[in-house]
């Protein structure tokens, strides 16, 4: 079964605007952790923000806001005043509770329009 | 000096060949992963080991076998290649789970981008 759900294949952003990501996942696990990955077209693999299940408020770093919803199950990210480096593969992916399990949805392509 | 090497960084090879895919990690992470990236379809786990005495199948585990030979060394083999294991492989490392709600960042390797013809 799927458990991490990105339905955005591409999207596009001007420069200076604010973008959202959506992420939804699926666990009946009380403990859980939520990651967002960039991989620029080189293709490392970027660590961005991490969201745990027990977190009271909302992660961020820098520009980096992640959207928790636990009821809802999404985790969306936000990337605000979208700059031309931002362009990228964006990855969202959950840690099960003994660390054992990493799920990663399958993406989503942001393009910053100048 | 990266954290998290992987050697070859890029490999074409035949089908049927033996193929081996380096790891080594200088974080004292004691978990590492080998991954597959194929387009489309996002990250999906191979293998997972958590110290050297132990190894367990992620996701995708047929057609491959790793070894653990120390902390900081995860290989990943391939007996017989073939085509549809032409992907992008990311080794990756975490620490060990502290609790619940650990962090427990994965810190991902450059890639090994292998073609089998």
């Known amino acids: 079964a799927q458990k991490i759900t990105q339905t955005q294949p591409g999207m596009f952003v001007q420069e200076k605007e604010a973008v959202t990501l959506d992420c939804t996942y699926d666990?009946?696990?009380?403990?859980?952790?939520l990651f967002w990955y960039k991989q620029p077209s080189s293709g490392e693999m970027i660590f961005l923000i991490y969201q745990g299940s027990y977190d009271q408020q909302n992660a961020t770093e820098g520009r980096y806001s992640l959207n928790f919803q636990k009821a809802r199950k999404s985790a969306n990210l936000v990337i605000s005043a979208s700059q031309l480096g931002d362009s990228a593969m964006y990855f969202c992916?959950?840690?099960?509770?003994?660390?054992?399990?990493?799920?990663f949805g399958t993406g989503t392509s942001l393009t910053v329009i100048p | 000096d990266a954290d998290v090497t992987q050697t070859p960084r890029n490999r074409i090879t035949k089908t049927g060949k033996r193929i081996m895919l380096e790891c080594s990690q200088t974080k004292g992470h004691d978990r590492m992963y080998w991954y597959r990236q194929d387009p489309g379809l996002g990250l999906r786990l191979i293998y997972y080991?958590?110290?050297?005495?132990?190894?367990n199948k992620g996701e995708i585990s047929d057609g491959y076998s790793v070894s653990r030979q120390a902390q900081a060394k995860f290989s990943l083999s391939l007996e017989s290649a073939i085509p549809n294991q032409t992907a992008l492989y990311f080794c990756a490392t975490s620490d060990l789970a502290g609790g619940p709600d650990a962090y427990n960042e994965q810190f991902f390797g450059p890639g090994t981008r292998l073609t089998v013809l």
């Open positions: 080991s958590f110290d050297v005495k132990d190894i």
């Open positions: 666990t009946s696990d009380p403990s859980y952790g």
């Open positions: 992916a959950m840690r099960g509770p003994t660390g054992n399990q990493f799920y």
